[in-house]
């Protein structure tokens, strides 16, 4: 995507030319962590740091960005100079994407000279708090969908087209099959789905003609939308043209009263030996609706899951912040009520019982936990994992997570972070 | 910002294709409108019809593009050339931006043949949703603001940073003075804001040295933050500075109880005499923090409002569809359960009674009316407004909201969509 260095608070600016000014070059460690986790959420998916590497390596002052500061007034011509040399030669510590990841957990660690680090915050926190928040929604109807196949439809409603691009990557990575979204498929490489919607149907003057024109058009892929009329109608049509030898993948509602409107088609289906059409269900379905229809034994083969996720409209966001832990080798601490912060670079150590996280500890940094250092003096250690085995590495994550966890309802994880200043 | 056309769902395609297959290229209307307004907003604020224009005006397909979508072998060679030739050359009507408008008012209409139109849902719906969205938030924190400067502090928890631009386009429309944002004021010329944070403070190994320093680099425009510690020995220290006779801007509180500690600065600051530093709040500030405050006699002169308005935490989307109305002369509508829809390009006419809005009534569209043709035969009929005047046009359109819609508390607007099909 587009980008620019520009893509920060003020405030990372002035502070960075006034450390300059006052000798505050010194190795400094800033720690990116959520403090609580959201009413509804049991764990977190950490996701967004390929985006973040992406973004950072492109992270630079240009002509016109510089001109564009100078005109502000603020900033002496030695400062511009520094920006304009930027390049980003710290070290990054993280934990990898796709991992299960709790409250006061580091994130990411950034380290290097201050004023280096400093300008990265604004950055940091928004790409990683994005896919982390849409990756820890959408992994919540992975959890409860028992294998049926979930597709991203929300980027009509994601915050700007950008927003809807990286949502696609987060829930892909959360266990869904594939996403409307055409620029994630050539970005990303993601399976991309999608049929029909209402006006197709409404253009014709006949439902029937509709259906009849788009298998045309699509015969090995023709998933009729049944629902803009009289969905049991809209099934019959769909059947009439199966029967005529048409070949029908699926059928779509996205009305009405699901739970009886899916068990009514299949019959109508079923009925008449056309097992293998799919039920596709989609409008405003979120992780309690998925749970509740298949609960009630609703027959359905794929959800379209759109705006809740894509806004995580239940927690559209997650209280994360990007704090200094060290400068110069001491500890930094923050006092502020409610806000205080733990010193240190830091690691994880996750503890198992029977194969199942028991509870993870969060202590001054070494090698061998779940934070690994990924860059190095500006470069990047080893290659990183393909989108597929982030979605893989996820995958396996889950199935160490406690049952208790897996729980729409909330539950709660222990992490104790030693206080070993 | 980047883009491509690509930013679309594959059913646009799929259907556009098939329009073309069965000669379904009549002249089709679209039309964007918001279904039902979410529990805590009286009113929309229209807004992002100068981004999505922009955007429309780019939406090619490229060869990058092209390629891609071959490579899916859903598409014939004759759709591509389709989409090779693709330029918007249809009409746009759309209420301008700045106006406050209803449920069920038409936000934009798009004109056109029929796959022209249709596959410009996805973006049209993205772009004017988000900005809609966020304005029609933020003017609630205008609404009980009384005067006092608001600033977007949001960039770092906006979904990506192309979000956290137009939510600052779209909250400067809004009434906010300014953004942290520096991308939007490259780009926008919105006034920025910002000074230190918490990590500034940290660094020194004393608070008052943290602030000698700040205010040496930026004489004219120093504003301390004091809670990193303890925030009335913050408030003690930026009062011996000025003692000293160094010039402080204001004082920044993001943190603790607001309520008390606003009060006890001011007054540390007034019994010396220093009644002209302002107090700055931030720190997950909303529309009811700012009301309760204010009501409650804080002496608060700005606000940081951040993650709360620039996710819409409480309504993070609108029910906004855009749906075909017209083909060829011919009314059209769905019937779906809950998702009804009203034929026809449509005109609001509001009614006034005493100066303020009294009912909106959506009508048939003639001229006349909040409704108007922006773009004829795909070129702009004349030039939109700055951002400054759609602001003042807001500023002006608020003096005409009736008293009950200007509370944070729900309230209705009568809005009578007129069924003359």
């Known amino acids: 995507m587009f980008f620019t260095a ?114 990265l915050e604004t950055l940091v926190i928004n790409v990683i708090h994005f896919q982390t928040l849409i990756a820890s929604k959408a992994v919540r109807s992975y959890l409860v969908s028992k294998g049926r196949t979930l597709i991203d439809f929300g980027l009509r409603r994601a915050h700007m087209p950008e927003a809807g691009l990286y949502a696609a990557r987060a829930s892909y990575i959360a266990g869904f099959e594939g996403t409307s979204n055409l620029l994630a498929g050539m970005k990303f490489g993601i399976p991309v789905f999608g049929t029909m919607a209402h006006s197709f149907v409404m253009v014709f003057e006949e439902e029937l003609s509709a259906f009849r024109a788009f298998a045309r058009s699509f015969p090995e892929r023709t998933i009729l939308l049944i629902d803009t009329y009289d969905t049991l109608e809209g099934a019959k049509k769909a059947l009439k043209l199966m029967k005529e030898g048409v070949k029908v993948v699926g059928v779509r509602l996205d009305s009405g009263d699901i739970q009886e409107l899916s068990k009514k088609v299949r019959e109508v289906f079923d009925k008449e030996g056309f097992k293998d059409v799919k039920i596709v269900v989609s409008g405003g379905v979120d992780e309690w609706d998925i749970q509740r229809w298949l609960t009630a034994g609703c027959p359905i083969d794929a959800f379209g899951v759109g705006t809740k996720f894509i806004t995580s409209y239940d927690a559209p966001y997650l209280d994360i912040a990007y704090k200094l832990v060290e400068y110069e080798g001491k500890p930094k601490y923050k006092l502020s009520p409610g806000k205080a912060t733990f010193p240190y670079k830091r690691q994880i150590i996750r503890h198992y019982a029977g194969g199942k996280m028991e509870y993870d500890r969060v202590v001054k940094y070494t090698e061998g936990g779940l934070v690994e250092l990924i860059v190095e003096k500006g470069t990047l250690k080893k290659n990183l994992p393909t989108l597929r085995q982030i979605r893989e590495t996820l995958m396996e994550e889950l199935k160490s997570l406690p049952e208790h966890l897996t729980s729409l309802e909330k539950s709660h994880y222990p992490v104790i972070v030693e206080n070993n200043s």
């Open 6 to 119: 520009l893509i920060t608070d003020l405030y990372e600016l002035t502070m960075a030319q006034s450390y300059l000014e006052n000798d505050k070059v010194g190795n400094a460690v800033f720690s990116l962590f959520v403090r609580d986790l959201p009413p509804n959420r049991n764990f977190l998916v950490s996701c967004g740091l390929e985006t973040l590497l992406e973004y950072i390596q492109r992270f630079k002052f240009g002509d016109k960005e510089l001109k564009y500061l100078e005109s502000l007034n603020i900033f002496k011509d030695s400062f511009l100079d520094y920006l304009r040399e930027y390049e980003f030669t710290g070290n990054i510590y993280a934990v990898p994407e796709g991992r299960i990841v709790f409250q006061n957990e580091p994130l990411v660690q950034v380290e290097g000279p201050l004023p280096d680090v400093q300008i």
